[in-house]
């Protein structure tokens, strides 16, 4: 089909500056208030260490089987039927990303 090579470049770069745009870090302030909203909002539920609580722990070890895409989907929708919330409404996807990212990585205590 003529044309079907350049729909599927375009496709290709549409999606590459989608992800390009969600998997940039946000800036330092913003990085910062995240990790202030993952110490302290995320903590009050996982434990203030991310070992565990009322929900699971959040180390790295335990994360190893999730992608960030997942883990980031699960910030921003949440988890019905638990008490895990839907962030979507304070966060963005970069900042989802930006946590996933961190909780795969291991945060420094």
């Not at 565990?52 to 999730?66: D, E, F, I, T, V």
């Amino acid at each position: 089909m003529p044309g079907t090579n350049r729909l599927n470049w375009i496709a290709v770069i549409t999606l590459a500056l989608i992800w390009a745009k969600a998997l940039a870090a946000p800036n330092l302030q913003r990085q910062e208030e995240l990790g202030y909203l993952l110490k302290h909002d995320c903590g009050s539920c996982h434990g203030m260490r991310l070992e565990g609580g009322l929900g699971p722990a959040l180390k790295p070890a335990r994360l190893q089987s999730y992608t960030v895409e997942q883990l980031a989907v699960t910030i921003l929708q949440g988890r019905p039927g638990t008490p895990m919330p839907p962030w979507q409404p304070f966060l963005s996807e970069q900042d989802a990303h930006w946590l996933a990212t961190r909780l795969k990585r291991g945060i420094p205590p």
